[in-house]
C-alpha cells in the first residue's frame, strides 16, 4: 500500500475548502479585479442603451401596426398588411447579411450564442434587428440584445484602452450580454442564469447531474404542495406567505402535462428542424431567399387572418403582447382560432428562424401558452397549469436550457402552485427533444461557412 498523499490527484474532484482557495486566489489576482471593476462600471451604461434600444423597438412596431393602421381607418391591420412589412424587412436584412461585417448577428436557428461579441458587428446587429422585429418577424429581440451588450462591453473596454485578451474578452463580453438581457427579462437573476447555460459552464457533466436533480425537485415538491386529495406536508421554509393562495394542483395536471410535453417538444422540434432547413435554403442565395422566407412568413399571417378573421398579429411579431392579452383573457380564443394559430404561427416561427434576425424565445413560449390553452379543457387540466407547462416544454425543447427555461416561467407566471408541473414538463420536453433525430447539423454548418465565404 502507498502513504496517502497531502495533495489530490490530478483527477480528484476539487473539494469545498480547495474551490474556495481558488475563488480566493483569482479574486487578489489585479487583473481579475479591474475587469470586475469594469464590469460594474459598464452595467450602467449598456442598460441604458439597451433600453432605449427596446424600447425603440416597440415604438416602431406600435406604430407600423397600431398607428399606421388606425390613421388609414383600420381598426385592426387588415389581413394583408403583414406581406409589405416583412417584404422590406427580408430586403434589410439581406442586405445587411451579404453586405456588413457580423451578417447582422447569428441565425436564430442555431440557438442563443453568448460568445463571439464583436464590436464590428454592432451596427448589423442593430440595423438587421430593427428591420426583423419591429417589421413582423416571428421571433423575440433577446439574441440581438446580447450581441448589442457584449459588443458595447468590448467597445467601452477599448475606450478605456484596457488590456484586450482572451479571458477579458470573454468575460466582459458576458458581463454586458447579461446586462443587456437583464432588460428584456426584468430580472438580473434570468439573465444570469440563461448566460450560465448558454456559455456551458460545467459541460456535459452539469447536464448530466442537473436534469436527475430538477426530476428529483419536482417530484419532490409534490410531497410539500401536494396534489389531488394529498394535502402535502408543511415545514418551516424560506418561502413567503402571500394572502391570495393560488390554486392547488389536481392529479390530471400532472398527468396531463407530462403526455403535453411530450406533443409540445415534437412541434419546437419541427418548427427547429423547418428553421435550419430555411437557413441551408437561404445560404445558397442569401439575399433573393431571405425576402423570398420573409414574404411567405407574412403570407402565414395573411392566410391566418384571412380563415379565422382575427388580427395578423396573432401570427406575426414575437408574440410578447398577444401572449399577454391570451393569458389575461384565455377563454376569448376559440379551438379553431387556437388551431390555426399554433400552425400558421409555427410555419412562419420556422421561415425567420432560418431567414431574418431575432431571438427564439418569445415566440417559443407563445406557441406553448396556446397548446396549453387549447388542451386545457381535458378532464382535470386548469388554464393555469396547462399554460405553465406548456411554456416550459417549449421553451426547453427550444433552447435546450431546462433550468433557464423553469426560471424564467416561474419568474413570468409568479405562481409558485405551478412549480413541479414547470420542472415536470421542461425535464420531460428536453428528454424528448434530444430523443428526437437531429437535422441537417452538419450541412447547415458547412453551408453557413461556404456562404460566408462567398461574401
Aim: charged residues 10%; hydrophobic residues 55%; glycine residues 10%.
Amino acid at each position: 500500500m502507498t502513504e496517502p498523499s497531502d495533495r489530490p490527484a490530478a483527477s480528484d474532484t476539487p473539494t469545498q475548502p480547495q474551490e474556495t482557495a481558488l475563488l480566493r486566489d483569482m479574486l487578489r489576482t489585479p487583473g481579475y479585479l479591474k475587469a470586475l471593476v469594469l464590469s460594474g462600471l459598464i452595467g450602467i451604461p449598456i442598460s441604458l442603451v439597451a433600453f432605449w434600444f427596446l424600447a425603440g423597438l416597440q415604438e416602431l412596431e406600435h406604430v407600423l401596426w397600431a398607428d399606421l393602421p388606425q390613421a388609414l381607418d383600420w381598426d385592426t391591420p387588415p389581413s394583408w398588411w403583414p406581406l409589405p412589412l416583412l417584404l422590406v424587412a427580408g430586403v434589410i436584412v439581406g442586405l445587411v447579411v451579404t453586405h456588413l461585417p457580423g451578417a447582422g448577428g447569428h441565425i436564430p436557428a442555431s440557438g442563443l450564442h453568448a460568445g463571439g461579441a464583436s464590436t464590428a458587428a454592432l451596427p448589423g446587429v442593430v440595423i438587421a434587428a430593427a428591420a426583423s422585429l419591429p417589421l413582423g418577424a416571428v421571433l423575440g429581440p433577446e439574441a440581438p440584445l446580447i450581441a448589442l451588450g457584449g459588443g458595447l462591453a468590448l467597445l467601452f473596454r477599448d475606450l478605456a484602452r484596457a488590456p484586450a485578451t482572451a479571458k477579458s474578452t470573454a468575460l466582459l463580453g458576458a458581463a454586458g450580454a447579461a446586462a443587456a438581457i437583464s432588460v428584456i427579462f426584468g430580472s438580473p437573476l434570468i439573465a444570469a442564469v440563461l448566460l450560465i447555460e448558454v456559455a456551458g459552464v460545467g459541460g456535459p457533466q452539469l447536464f448530466a447531474i442537473m436534469l436527475p436533480a430538477l426530476l428529483s425537485s419536482g417530484v419532490g415538491a409534490l410531497v410539500f404542495t401536494g396534489f389531488g386529495r394529498w394535502t402535502g406536508l408543511d415545514t418551516g421554509s424560506l418561502a413567503l406567505k402571500f394572502p391570495e393562495s393560488p390554486p392547488r394542483l389536481d392529479t390530471g395536471d400532472v398527468f396531463w402535462s407530462i403526455l403535453m410535453a411530450v406533443a409540445i417538444a415534437v412541434l419546437m422540434h419541427l418548427s427547429i428542424a423547418g428553421g435550419r432547413l430555411t437557413a441551408a435554403f437561404v445560404a445558397a442565395r442569401t439575399f433573393t431567399r431571405t425576402v423570398v422566407c420573409a414574404v411567405a412568413a407574412g403570407g402565414c399571417a395573411a392566410l391566418y387572418a384571412v380563415i379565422t378573421g382575427r388580427t395578423p398579429v396573432d401570427v406575426a411579431s414575437s408574440g410578447q403582447a398577444t401572449l399577454a392579452d391570451m393569458a389575461s383573457d384565455p377563454h376569448a380564443w376559440g379551438v379553431g382560432a387556437l388551431l390555426a394559430v399554433v400552425l400558421f404561427k409555427s410555419l412562419a416561427y420556422a421561415l425567420c428562424l432560418g431567414s431574418l434576425r431575432g431571438g427564439p424565445v418569445f415566440p417559443s413560449l407563445f406557441l406553448g401558452a396556446a397548446v396549453g390553452v387549447l388542451l386545457s379543457p381535458l378532464p382535470g387540466l386548469g388554464v393555469v397549469p396547462g399554460v405553465a407547462g406548456g411554456m416550459a416544454a417549449a421553451l426547453t425543447s427550444v433552447l435546450r436550457l431546462p433550468v433557464s427555461s423553469v426560471v424564467l416561467v416561474v419568474v413570468l407566471l409568479g405562481n409558485s402552485a405551478t412549480v413541479p408541473v414547470v420542472i415536470l414538463a421542461a425535464v420531460v420536453a428536453l428528454v424528448t427533444t434530444e430523443l428526437l433525430p437531429a437535422v441537417l447539423p452538419s450541412r447547415l454548418t458547412r453551408w453557413r461557412s461556404d456562404s460566408r465565404e462567398t461574401r
